[in-house]
């Protein structure tokens, strides 16, 4: 499966949680396939959902899911330490782990090689990491809501990219909208 | 009063509850001070960009950010600051170490000082310089117009405005 396979599949899951979304083809793909309020966009800033999401989670009590990639974790490496030592436990990365950077391009990531991210987030003190397949996700999503702790779910798919239309909402939009489905 | 209580009580004045910082030797007491209060949440960020993510996050969340860094950090940010902060037009204020200004021992420091100001300015970032210590009695103010108008703003804070450095 792809990343836009996957999120079709989860977005019954997704619908009803706070989600902040990777920028690029990943934010296009969710926003085509079941636009919600509850969704942030990012339209730029690479690497930034994970520690955007943490920040969240730390301030509000509802569930938060991060959409992220690997190439977007590996630019901001320092994330996995900081979320290993205080994400509490609404807080959900899910990386989608395709090993290629498909917003420029499908060219592989390190993790296409010798780089494992579900034992870099350990290593960074990440208590429950869970890696799953593509087809599992659904399933390994509702497992990490339920468990109620803090968990990296790092999702191996393969590389590849719907044609979706760019976001053309303005970034204040997204944000106003998001902040009341947060607070309501 | 102590500078460093002194910052941090202005912070929590104006409800400020969420700080984030990657430290610099003359921010150890502002960061230690802030480390120790109940009604601040300290966490560190591994790198400034990272820590700007960490407050838009916690503004959405319902919480007043901030960022304490050194101005090092300008040169890590712009993309950060245009793209997230100023485009989704969030409030963040920045209160940071002005390295390589008067004072400074480091010639390093000042090849990035001497950029600071230009790069803010490029940015339409307001700019405030504290240089003595009475300065900070803007720093209420400062915090009260930042989450007024929904913008990053930058409070530059020099080796004279902290009491020299080291054996300086």
Redesign the interface.
Same mark, same amino acid.
């Given at each position: 499966m792809i990343r836009s396979e996957i999120l079709k599949e989860i977005a019954p899951i997704l619908r009803n949680e706070l989600v902040?979304c990777n920028i690029g083809i990943p934010s296009q793909e969710l926003h085509a396939i079941d636009d919600q309020p509850s969704n942030?966009y990012? /339209? #730029? %800033?690479m #690497?930034? *959902?994970?520690? $955007?999401? /943490?920040?969240?989670?730390? *301030?509000?009590p509802k569930p938060v899911i991060v959409i992220d990639g690997d190439g977007s974790i590996l630019t901001?490496l #320092? %994330?996995l &330490? %900081?979320i290993g030592n205080?994400a509490p436990g609404n807080y959900i990365l899910m990386i989608i782990d395709n090993g290629s950077y498909g917003s420029t391009g499908d060219q592989p990531t390190y993790t296409s090689q010798r780089t494992d991210l579900a034992g870099m987030a350990r290593a960074a003190g990440c208590a429950r990491v869970v890696e799953v397949q593509d087809k599992d996700t659904g399933a390994a999503l509702e497992e990490a809501l339920a468990s109620g702790e803090a968990t990296v779910l790092v999702v191996k798919c393969d590389s590849g990219n719907a044609k979706m239309p760019v976001i053309t909402m303005d &970034?204040?939009v $997204?944000?106003d909208r998001?902040?009341k489905a947060?607070?309501g | 009063m102590n500078i460093d209580k002194r910052i941090a009580d202005v912070l929590a004045a104006n409800g400020v509850s969420f700080v984030t910082t990657v430290p610099c030797k003359q921010l150890a007491g502002v960061i230690e001070e802030i480390d120790q209060r109940d009604d601040i949440f300290h966490i560190p960020s591994n790198k400034e960009d990272e820590g700007m993510g960490l407050c838009a996050g916690a503004w959405m969340g319902g919480k007043r950010p901030a960022i304490i860094m050194q101005n090092t950090a300008i040169g890590v940010t712009i993309n950060t600051l245009a793209t997230l902060i100023q485009y989704y037009r969030m409030p963040l204020p920045m209160l940071i170490s002005y390295r390589g200004e008067l004072r400074e021992p480091v010639a390093c420091q000042v090849e990035m000082a001497v950029h600071t100001k230009a790069l803010l300015a490029q940015l339409n970032i307001p700019t405030y310089h504290f240089h003595w210590q009475r300065d900070v009695e803007e720093f209420d103010n400062i915090l009260k117009y930042t989450f007024m108008c929904n913008k990053p703003v930058a409070i530059l804070t020099d080796a004279n405005f902290w009491g020299g450095y080291g054996d300086q």
């Open positions: 902040v942030f990012m /339209l #730029g %800033t #690497g930034l *959902a994970s520690s $955007i999401g /943490l920040g969240l989670a730390l *301030a509000q901001n #320092g %994330t &330490p %900081t205080n &970034p204040v $997204i944000r998001f902040m947060v607070a | -």
